[in-house]
């Protein structure tokens, strides 16, 4: 069990609020009469899971949706935590250098508007992005993941294991599997992701990222 200590950690790294509004209660899929929680890290397939997770009647639509007033929000996540050793609670994490690969072309035209790998790299997860005051907030898995470095999910599946590891959620979840798949990558992934990095860039992101390259033994 969970101590009231590491509860309010959890309120308080998931509700911090940056320069832009943004908060990271919002990537929480949650239902509370099924007591399931998943996190959606960008690019590890989230879209996916929560269409099927909705599909399924286990989205709440309370975290998730910027519509509902971010006091109500961070009100009804805080309960949720107080209730935190009673959910299934599960996450998806994707190799680093083939994360940072995907979210580029992601965010290719629109915000980064075009920009080489290079200066993606350099200017906006190097250094502190004009784009996002916190990107390194949102990708870092380590980070995400685990609150004195203790893993806070039940279950962590792996990108590169994605149909095996939702097939072993859908089992303790009691729902169907399916291979739901929402907004995929439109690059070409033929293309090995190591062939984007330079010895060079691959330095940036084993300075940035050497905790959670460590700890979950990404290699490139």
Not at 87 to 107: A, E, G, Q, W
Not at 194 to 218: C, H, M, Q, R
Request: charged content about 30%; hydrophobic content about 35%; aromatic content about 16%.
């Amino acid at each position: 069990m969970i101590t009231p200590e590491i509860k309010q950690k959890i309120i308080d790294k998931f509700t911090f609020v940056d320069e832009k509004g943004h908060a990271l209660i919002s990537p929480f899929i949650v239902s509370r009469e099924k007591k399931v929680l998943y996190f959606h890290i960008a690019k590890t397939g989230g879209s996916s899971i929560d269409a099927l997770l909705t599909k399924n009647g286990l989205n709440d639509h309370v975290l998730d949706n910027l519509h509902i007033d971010y006091k109500k929000r961070k009100e009804y996540f805080a309960e949720v935590v107080e209730e935190w050793d009673e959910y299934y609670k599960f996450t998806f994490i994707r190799n680093k250098y083939d994360l940072l690969v995907s979210l580029y072309h992601h965010d290719y035209v629109a915000p980064l508007n075009r920009c080489s790998f290079k200066d993606f790299l350099n200017i906006h997860v190097k250094e502190k992005s004009p784009l996002y005051p916190h990107y390194d907030f949102w990708i870092d898995q380590h980070f995400l993941t685990t609150i004195d470095d203790q893993i806070i999910f039940d279950f962590i599946g792996r990108f590169e294991n994605y149909h095996e590891d939702m097939a072993t959620v859908c089992k303790r979840i009691e729902i169907p599997y399916e291979d739901v798949r929402k907004n995929l990558g439109r690059y070409d992934k033929n293309k090995k992701y190591d062939s984007y990095y330079t010895p060079e860039l691959k330095g940036v992101v084993d300075t940035k990222f050497a905790k959670e390259i460590g700890y979950f033994n990404w290699s490139d």
